[in-house]
Every structure is written in structure tokens, then in C-alpha cells.
T-cell receptor
Framework: GNSVTQMEGPVTLSEEAFLTINCTYTATGYPSLFWYVQYPGEGLQLLLKATKADDKGSNKGFEATYRKETTSFHLEKGSVQVSDSAVYFCALSNEASGSARQLTFGSGTQLTVLP | SQTIHQWPATLVQPVGSPLSLECTVEGTSNPNLYWYRQAAGRGLQLLFYSVGIGQISSEVPQNLSASRPQDRQFILSSKKLLLSDSGFYLC??????????FGSGTQLSVL
């Protein structure tokens, strides 16, 4: 079956530091990969996605590249801000289904950015 | 624009008491609706999903049930809560496709 493994948190960084949150996956076929973010007091929201190998998803300064050879989708940002403090979830979906019902989430990584 | 409302934000209930969490969606019709749970240190687990009124599919056996009495209303219930029901519950909706829109969640503590 499908599974997603994220680096365990919490992660604490100073403002303007470089961020990497590791995500690796196990899936059959050619899944789509996602990063969701949950800011304090809010619901999860889609941050970025990639649908095929070597695609790079990007949004709000965050990037993640779909690496089929290493089955990874690591989230990166060159310079984090206090407002980036949130919980980040990596997720995958089997491409063939196209249904949100098939989304498999990782356990989430809490990021705290200090001023 | 579409919005999703979930309440309450936090809930403390004794073991054996009933549960009712409500979720409503505005600004869209015939959404697919979902209930997820995140237990401490674990990923989001899909509990129920619904493609229409009265149509509920359960992904995992458990002490919980779900109902969809109206097109944009999704209710998570239990007759008798267990300690293991504690966790963070999220309601979500989607159109056909992979993108989910989540509510703000309910932190349930069963004591």
C-alpha cells in the first residue's frame, strides 16, 4: 500500500535560515505528490504539488522536486519567516484515481521560526 | 467563494459519553465530504467520505459513525466515546479531483 514518511519534528529555526523538511514515499504506479500546510487555528491548505517525475512545485518561496529515483519530495525554502511557523504535511495520491479519497498523508512536521 | 465550517474547536468529553461534531460547507453544491483524524504522532487517517446525501463510506472500523443529512452537512458521531478516540479531527471537502479544502479542526480529548 501507499505510505508517506516525513522527518520528525518539531523543527525550530531562526528567521532567514534555510529550511528542509524531508519526505519519502512508497507507492505503486505514478503518484502525485503534495505539501499541505496548517497555520495555527486554520485548516490545512494546499501549498504545492507535483504530478510527475522531475516536476518542481513551488509557492510562497517554498519548493519541492519530485524525485522518482529516490522516491522523495523534500520541502525547501531558502529564507524562512516567522509567518512560516506551521505544521507541514506531505501527501501522495495515486495518479490514476484522481480522487482526494486516495490521498495518503504523512505525520506532519511542526515548524517554529523564531525572530 | 467556498468556505467550510467545523465546530467546536476543542472538546473535552468523559469516556462513555456521546459525540457529535458538525461540519458544513458553503458556496458549492454536491461536494465530496471527508472526516480525517490525526492521533498524536501519526499521519492524517481518513475515517469517512461521502459523495452524496445519505452515502457514507467507512475507511477503517471504529467506534465512530458519520451521517450526511443534507448536501453540505457532514456529522461525525459516537454513542460512547473511548479513550482511544482522542485526537484531532478534520473535516474536508473536494470537487472531483485531488485538492482538498479543510476545516480548522476539532481537538477532542476523552478523559
Amino acid at each position: 500500500g501507499n505510505s508517506v514518511t516525513q522527518m520528525e519534528g518539531p523543527v525550530t529555526l531562526s528567521e532567514e535560515a534555510f529550511l528542509t523538511i524531508n519526505c519519502t514515499y512508497t507507492a505503486t504506479g505514478y503518484p502525485s505528490l503534495f505539501w499541505y500546510v496548517q497555520y495555527p487555528g486554520e485548516g490545512l491548505q494546499l501549498l504545492l504539488k507535483a504530478t510527475k517525475a522531475d516536476d518542481k512545485g513551488s509557492n510562497k518561496g517554498f519548493e519541492a522536486t519530485y524525485r522518482k529515483e529516490t522516491t522523495s519530495f523534500h520541502l525547501e525554502k531558502g529564507s524562512v519567516q516567522v509567518s512560516d511557523s506551521a505544521v507541514y504535511f506531505c501527501a501522495l495520491s495515486n495518479e490514476a484515481s484522481g480522487s482526494a479519497r486516495q490521498l495518503t498523508f504523512g505525520s506532519g512536521t511542526q515548524l517554529t521560526v523564531l525572530p | 467563494s467556498q468556505t467550510i465550517h467545523q465546530w467546536p474547536a476543542t472538546l473535552v468529553q468523559p469516556v462513555g459519553s456521546p459525540l457529535s461534531l458538525e461540519c458544513t460547507v458553503e458556496g458549492t453544491s454536491n461536494p465530496n465530504l471527508y472526516w480525517y483524524r490525526q492521533a498524536a504522532g501519526r499521519g492524517l487517517q481518513l475515517l469517512f467520505y461521502s459523495v452524496g446525501i445519505g452515502q457514507i463510506s467507512s475507511e477503517v472500523p471504529q467506534n465512530l459513525s458519520a451521517s450526511r443529512p443534507q448536501d453540505r452537512q457532514f456529522i461525525l458521531s459516537s454513542k460512547k466515546l473511548l479513550l482511544s478516540d482522542s485526537g484531532f479531527y478534520l473535516c474536508a471537502w473536494s470537487s472531483w479531483g485531488e485538492k482538498l479544502f479543510f476545516g480548522s479542526g476539532t481537538q477532542l480529548s476523552v478523559l
